[in-house]
């Protein structure tokens, strides 16, 4: 890890005594970004706990780094944090390891696959969402989290879904998941990083029981067909491969759809119009399955998950380790130096994006397109090796829920739209609380 004089180079603000700068930006991490591009342009250096780290902004760093020609950054080493509850996982690898890894992976992936998990999905979130409260106030951020995660069940592992493994299961998920954005990396007793690896041990030990049986059985799940998949020559993954790469699979999955949805629902309700011409192209698919044709039609839709990604993406910051030296827009930047990409402000660019802070789905339309100013003007799901290997499974659950719920509901917020917090993972302060109304008692009554 080079020295602050390795770096003495880069401009940066001035340092607060030893907390560094993770209070200034952990308090508004947006805002603190923007100033500091705007008075020390896009390479600057910061510290955050404890560690010392050059922010490369804007899309041309994110092209740079993510396509990464020379093979100079590292994901494994920029993801370091996530080892201890993650180890193994796609996202802690590198080149050769991670390519052929990854094309393992994309067997699950395939379009027949997906077309399984979409017939459990549909089914699974009828059923969920029936049992949604109506006519009264809930928070939506925690039922879309619960409904993720029961789905979770159903769809990756192909449990019953309301069955105590999976219960189990989902604890311990969310353990592992609050325990990969903690502060203090120690698991000592009772604290969240000594939940997490609890959790982490009991679901490694579950899927390594569960290996065998699937691998006889097969399954329209993720699971199961992890267990099978092979790459084009025939590789396919051990037991400790398959529990590694399954266990970051949901906790990638997770919380990154459910934080879409309240974006999309809290966008819904602050602007009726909106809320309307989804409504329309619900009700414009007929009462047909929700299968590939229908969701393709889906364009609207589309506009408004796309927005809610821009406004709020999921994965706002995308780590990187340099491994080499390497010198970027006049900056000679050390082997060893942690590197932070920032989509989360790049898509609130105004050079890129008219009005960047506006809710404006139109923007996406192929007369505007503004996503495509740039390369990486949109990014969202990251981009180069690693780029989200999820983004057409999460575009099809995004559908499925709008159409599910505006088929039967519409979509209230009693006290408006709730503030962000962007770090360390985007949620909404306070939860959302929402009011589902019956379509035909709104229908009845206009
Ligand atoms: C709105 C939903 C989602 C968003 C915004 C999102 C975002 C991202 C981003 C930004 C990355 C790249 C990180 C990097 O380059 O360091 C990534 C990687 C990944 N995502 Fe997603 N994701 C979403 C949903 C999903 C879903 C549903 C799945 C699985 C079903 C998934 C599985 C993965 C995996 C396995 C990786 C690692 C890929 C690799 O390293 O090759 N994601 N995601």
């Not at 939940?195 to 290996?211: P, Q, S």
């Not at 506009?303 to 970027?328: N, Q, T």
Request: hydrophobic share 40%; proline share 8%.
């Amino acid at each position: 890890m080079p020295t602050r004089a390795a770096l003495s180079h880069i401009p940066g603000p001035p340092l607060p005594p030893l907390v560094g700068h993770t209070l200034t930006i952990a308090r508004d991490s947006y805002g603190t970004q923007q100033e500091y591009i705007r008075r020390y342009g896009p390479v600057y250096k910061t510290k955050m706990l404890g560690v010392w780290r050059v922010n490369l902004c804007g899309p041309d760093a994110l092209e740079y780094v993510l396509l990464d020609q020379e093979k100079n950054f590292s994901s494994e080493g920029g993801w370091d944090a996530l080892r201890k509850i993650y180890p193994g996982g796609l996202i802690l690898q590198d080149f050769d390891k991670h390519r052929m890894n990854r094309r393992i992976m994309t067997a699950a992936f395939r379009a027949s696959a997906i077309r399984e998990y979409r017939a459990r999905m549909e089914q699974t979130m009828n059923d969920l969402l029936l049992s949604w409260p109506r006519e009264r106030p809930f928070d939506f951020y925690a039922a879309i989290k619960d409904l993720t995660l029961r789905m979770g069940g159903a769809v990756f592992m192909g449990l019953p879904l309301d069955g105590a493994l999976a219960q189990k299961i989902n604890r311990a998920i969310k353990n592992e998941i609050r325990a990969s954005v903690t502060p203090i990396r120690h698991a000592i007793p009772f604290t969240p990083m000594w939940h997490g690896v609890r959790g982490r041990d009991f679901l490694r030990n579950t899927f390594r029981d569960l290996i065998a049986e699937r691998r006889e059985t097969g399954g329209n799940d993720f699971f199961s067909q992890m267990c099978v998949a092979t790459d084009d020559d025939g590789h396919a993954w051990d037991e400790e491969q398959i529990v590694n790469q399954f266990n970051l699979l949901i906790m990638a999955a997770h919380d990154t759809t459910a934080t879409s949805l309240t974006v999309m629902m809290s966008a819904l309700g602050s602007h009726p119009e909106w809320q309307r011409r989804l409504v329309q192209e619900v009700a414009d698919l007929g009462d047909v399955p929700l299968d590939e044709d229908a969701l393709a039609k889906m364009t609207e839709t589309d506009k408004v998950f796309r927005e809610a990604l821009r406004l709020v993406p999921p994965v706002p910051f995308i780590p990187r380790l340099a491994l080499r030296d390497f010198h970027w827009q006049g900056f000679d930047i050390p082997a060893g130096t942690s590197l932070a990409l920032n989509p989360g402000v790049t898509m609130l660019s105004p050079d890129l994006y008219t009005s960047p802070e506006g809710f404006d789905p139109d923007r996406f339309s192929p007369e505007r397109a503004e996503d495509r100013s740039h390369r990486f003007a949109w990014t969202p799901f990251g981009g180069g090796a690693h780029k989200c290997i999820g983004m057409h499974f999460a575009t099809m659950q995004v559908k499925l829920f709008v159409a599910t719920l505006l088929r039967r509901n519409r979509v209230g917020l009693p006290y408006g739209a709730p503030e962000w917090q962007r770090m360390p993972i985007p949620k909404p302060k306070g939860g959302l609380p929402l009011v589902l109304r019956p379509a035909t008692a709104l229908r009845r009554a206009a």
